[in-house]
């Protein structure tokens, strides 16, 4: 009998139903886990189930009874791959889930930072309007998003329900080759030459070595003036300090942030610690956090269990 343990079952809420699977199993749940207490909860797992609990290889290697890792996201950095991949350990990711929710989420920062929204709300609360004579004041920019220029770097699911959702707004779309490339595939500029011209950035690219600080000083000062940065991809592809002297020195024209380098991100984390700028907007990684996306994660989750057990696993990473 598979022997299924949910490491983060509180990733998902509680008003998403998580459909148990057809096949016979036992299921165990925990609503968090720490790094400490992996192993011993997954002793007897033949199934992990992971949203954002790491599983190194460390750890992985303390598990034989183990045969596939479902991971609960899209995002598969938090999993050895390499080491599942060499020892016979299947792990599947949940796909296109979220194309409603993630690219409204770009979006609404864009909106937000590009009309200085939290700066405005900032300074109502400040009693900045008390001190002005007029029934509005200008303390900072509002500009236009719809014939602006935006940026995507990663072309995939998310990267192109981005692209659809900018275009229908005015927007002029355009995507990045990869940084390290010497050659542009069709409908890609090279990366620099995005940063360059675009208005606005957004990332859609996974986490891994090669995109690890993929936007750090010297990629921030390629940026236009007055530009933004919308990262809901993974924190590491960004540099955190990096990116608040880009705010501060006033290159930078807002960024908006749904990821962190650890999450929850500690109160010293460079972007927690300048919450109060008035042109940085941050969320918990909440991008995803439609109903609707969840629900259709939770539905596709199950499904990519009971596809393992019957033998031919789906969404294998
Ligand atoms: N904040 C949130 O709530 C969520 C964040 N995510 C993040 O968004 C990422 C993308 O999701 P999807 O679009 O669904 O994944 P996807 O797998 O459909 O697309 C990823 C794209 O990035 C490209 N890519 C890979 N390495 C690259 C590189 N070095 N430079 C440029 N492009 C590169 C791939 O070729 C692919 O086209 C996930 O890996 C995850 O980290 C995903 C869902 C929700
Ligand atoms: O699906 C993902 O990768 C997310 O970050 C949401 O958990």
């Known amino acids: 009998m598979q022997q299924i343990v949910f490491l983060d079952r509180d990733t998902i809420p509680s008003q998403i139903t ?3 699977p057809a096949f016979a199993h036992q299921w165990q749940e925990y609503p968090a886990t720490r790094p400490a207490q992996v192993v011993e909860r997954l002793q007897q797992a033949t199934i992990a189930i992971t949203n954002k609990v790491v599983l190194n290889a460390d ?28 020892h016979g350990i299947v792990v599947s990711n949940i796909r296109g889930y979220a194309t409603g929710s993630v690219p409204e989420h770009v979006i609404a920062m864009l909106f937000a930072l590009r009309r200085s929204l939290f700066a405005y709300h900032q300074d109502i609360q400040a009693g900045v309007w008390q001190e002005k004579q007029q029934f509005c004041f200008f303390t900072h920019p509002i500009g236009d998003v719809a014939g602006s220029t935006l940026g995507i770097i990663g072309s995939g699911s998310l990267g192109q329900a981005v692209a659809r959702l900018a275009s229908a707004i005015g927007m002029n779309v355009i995507f990045a080759e990869r940084k390290a490339a010497s050659e542009c595939r069709e409908g890609y500029l090279p990366f620099a030459q995005v940063l360059k011209e675009a208005d606005a950035i957004t990332l859609h690219c996974p986490l891994s070595e090669e995109t690890t600080d993929l936007i750090a000083a010297p990629e921030l000062a390629q940026m236009k003036p007055g530009s933004l940065l919308i990262n809901t991809g993974r924190g590491g592809l960004v540099n955190e300090a990096d990116l608040v002297a880009a705010l501060q020195s006033g290159h930078l024209g807002g960024a908006g942030c749904d990821v962190f380098t650890a999450e929850p991100a500690e109160p010293s984390n460079p972007l927690l610690a300048h919450a109060d700028l008035p042109n940085l907007l941050l969320t918990p990684h909440v991008a995803w956090g439609a109903d609707s996306a969840i629900q259709a994660l939770a539905n596709q989750l199950t499904e990519n269990l009971e596809a393992f057990v019957a033998g031919h696993p789906r969404n294998r990473v």
């Not at 750890?59 to 060499?86: F, H, K, S």
Request: charged share 25%; aromatic share 4%.
């Open 18 to 20: 998580l459909p148990r």
């Open 59 to 86: 750890t992985l290697r303390q598990l034989p009874q183990l045969r596939m890792v479902a991971i609960a996201a899209t995002g598969t950095n938090n999993v050895d791959l390499d080491y599942c991949r060499e």
